[in-house]
């Protein structure tokens, strides 16, 4: 359980309160993993990005980028400019993987999301170098849509910790969970169910989870190259907190689903733990083949 970071980076501590070992220097990183972080308030939620890999028995190294195309306009400039790479500096450091992070642009067509020619470049890097990519939210939507699944817009957004069945519970990553498991999801969208179906059959994607009445959210390439997963199993009780506040002062009759933001329990962080915890695993033994 480690991660190695820059000796004055901001959450060095916070991370260290969570039982993360911080290395700082000396021996090399078992896996490199860049953050394509496009969320708001960016370096607040590199921290629960953080805190889900460094679950995780190898010893990992985050390596920050930033889309070109993007303001960060909530997000701290003096940290983006120290500790993050534009988008096109990714190729040159030859990364394990890629974690692509969520945005608030569900509700738009890629046609309208500024920076979305810099994500069509990261799918096809990733797939022409064999570079594994987990897109999670919006990042998860995107995955979809490079693998031909489109998205829906809902009338209300999904919010809360949801019961999702385990589509696969033999797969390498659904191990992480039980026949039925509970993930926060935050989301104004979600896959044609249609589409999941068609390319399943032609052996193109693999569903992994589903919420009932929503459809599948979890889902993976043929070859394992690619995963898409619409919810949050980043996010910590806190977190789900925050955004109920924020929605609910544009919102008095917002609707969260199986989750008291004001009596918040963690029913789910000891299987997302498990989760990225595969999921790097697995990283590690494609590099090794």
Same mark, same amino acid.
């Given at each position: 359980?480690?991660?190695?970071?820059?000796?004055?980076? !901001?959450?060095?501590?916070?991370?260290?309160?969570? @039982?993360?070992?911080?290395?700082?220097?000396?021996r090399s990183a *078992?896996?490199?993993?860049?953050?394509?972080?496009?969320?708001?308030?960016?370096?607040?939620?590199?921290?629960?990005?953080?805190?889900?890999?460094?679950?995780?028995?190898?010893?990992?190294?985050?390596?920050?980028?930033?889309?070109?195309?993007?303001?960060?306009?909530?997000?701290?400039?003096?940290?983006?400019?120290?500790?993050?790479?534009?988008?096109?500096?990714?190729?040159?450091?030859?990364? *394990?993987?890629?974690?692509? #992070?969520?945005?608030?642009?569900?509700?738009?067509?890629?046609?309208?999301?500024?920076?979305?020619?810099?994500?069509?470049? !990261?799918? %096809?890097?990733? &797939?022409?170098?064999?570079?594994?990519? !987990?897109?999670?939210?919006? /990042?998860?939507?995107?995955?979809?849509?490079?693998?031909?699944?489109?998205?829906?817009?809902?009338? @209300?957004?999904?919010?809360?910790?949801?019961?999702?069945?385990?589509?696969?519970?033999?797969?390498?990553?659904?191990?992480?969970?039980?026949?039925?498991? &509970?993930c926060p999801q935050?989301?104004?969208?979600?896959?044609?169910?249609?589409?999941?179906?068609?390319?399943? %059959?032609?052996?193109?994607?693999?569903?992994?989870?589903?919420?009932?009445?929503?459809? #599948?959210?979890? %889902?993976?390439?043929?070859? +394992?190259?690619?995963?898409?997963?619409? /919810?949050?199993?980043e996010y910590l009780?806190?977190?789900?907190?925050?955004?109920?506040? &924020?929605?609910? %002062?544009?919102?008095?009759?917002?609707?969260?689903?199986?989750? *008291?933001?004001?009596?918040?329990?963690?029913?789910?962080?000891?299987?997302?733990?498990?989760?990225?915890?595969?999921?790097?695993? +697995?990283?590690?033994? &494609?590099?090794?083949?």
């Amino acid at each position: 359980m480690s991660l190695l970071l820059h000796p004055d980076y !901001l959450h060095n501590e916070r991370l260290r309160a969570r @039982d993360i070992t911080i290395e700082t220097s000396g021996r090399s990183a *078992d896996i490199r993993v860049a953050l394509f972080n496009i969320m708001p308030q960016a370096e607040e939620y590199e921290f629960m990005l953080l805190n889900r890999l460094g679950s995780s028995r190898l010893l990992v190294q985050p390596l920050f980028f930033r889309a070109e195309k993007h303001p960060y306009g909530s997000s701290n400039q003096h940290h983006l400019n120290r500790y993050y790479q534009p988008s096109p500096m990714l190729e040159q450091q030859n990364p *394990d993987a890629i974690l692509l #992070t969520g945005a608030p642009v569900e509700h738009l067509s890629p046609e309208e999301i500024h920076y979305q020619k810099e994500i069509d470049a !990261l799918m %096809l890097y990733c &797939r022409d170098s064999k570079t594994p990519l !987990l897109g999670i939210c919006w /990042g998860g939507i995107a995955v979809a849509r490079f693998l031909g699944v489109d998205s829906e817009v809902y009338s @209300d957004k999904l919010s809360g910790v949801f019961h999702s069945g385990n589509l696969a519970p033999e797969h390498r990553l659904m191990k992480a969970f039980g026949k039925d498991f &509970r993930c926060p999801q935050s989301r104004f969208a979600g896959l044609v169910e249609a589409e999941v179906i068609e390319l399943a %059959l032609k052996g193109i994607v693999r569903p992994l989870a589903a919420i009932p009445g929503y459809g #599948t959210f979890l %889902l993976e390439s043929n070859d +394992g190259l690619f995963t898409a997963h619409l /919810g949050h199993p980043e996010y910590l009780p806190e977190r789900i907190v925050f955004e109920y506040r &924020r929605d609910v %002062l544009s919102n008095p009759a917002v609707r969260i689903v199986g989750f *008291d933001p004001f009596n918040p329990v963690d029913c789910w962080s000891a299987e997302s733990d498990r989760f990225f915890s595969y999921w790097l695993e +697995g990283v590690k033994e &494609r590099g090794a083949v």
